[in-house]
């Protein structure tokens, strides 16, 4: 069997963050500052006037009914630039788990594989698997025997952190600085360091 790592998209392979605020913005003009640095996990933490949990809610609603939205991200050019060489010379199975949901009618598998296709981040040995949560990402690792995880999400890096024989890292993101300073969590700067430890866990 080859070794198995995971690889979180949103936040890590792709700018979830932007896409995010440039609805908000569409919804109400202006209201996140261009040089707006996403500090917190949850919007309504941020400190901007008017991003209250009820409007965060509302720019749900406004992303939930376009069926391009996860598919129209922008992606973190360096990040997928590395993930793109190493599906291609390694033999080891990449598996992309997600907690994206259906938006506007089309399913988050769809919107993902295309993606992912579209920045030739897919081939015979990587797999898509949309989940219903970030907790269920860790059930995923243990059933799957991933022995490596990278997310942007301290949650999720600390429930995965706790299984046997798994190396789960954290991706250093301005959003989980607080988790990154009070935790012994593993770090890494970028997608390409993830990948290197990968191959030195073997
Ligand atoms: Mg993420």
Redesign the pocket.
């Given at each position: 069997m080859y070794p198995r790592a995971s690889v979180?998209?949103?936040?890590?392979l792709s700018r979830?963050v932007e896409s995010f605020i440039r609805k908000a913005n569409e919804l109400r003009p202006g209201i996140f500052p261009p040089n707006y640095v996403h500090r917190v996990w949850h919007f309504e933490d941020s400190g901007i006037p008017g991003v209250d949990k009820k409007f965060v809610n509302s720019v749900w609603e406004v992303i939930k009914a376009d069926p391009f939205f996860w598919a129209n991200e922008e992606p973190y050019e360096e990040n997928v630039r590395a993930l793109r060489g190493f599906i291609w010379d390694e033999r080891v199975e990449v598996f992309y788990i997600?907690?994206r949901m259906a938006t506007g009618g089309v399913s988050a598998l769809e919107q993902t594989i295309r993606w992912l296709g579209g920045q030739a981040l897919m081939n015979a040995r990587t797999s898509v698997i949309p989940v219903s949560g970030?907790e269920a990402k860790k059930q995923l690792m243990e059933l799957l025997q991933i022995q490596d995880s990278l997310?942007?999400?301290a949650p999720?890096v600390r429930g995965c952190d706790t299984i046997v024989g798994h190396r789960a890292y954290l991706l250093k993101q301005p959003w989980n600085q607080a988790e990154r300073e009070s935790e012994a969590l593993l770090v890494v700067g970028s997608v390409e360091e993830y990948l290197n430890k990968v191959m030195e866990d073997r």
């Open positions: 979180d998209i949103d936040g890590v979830f997600t907690a970030p997310d942007d999400y999720t």
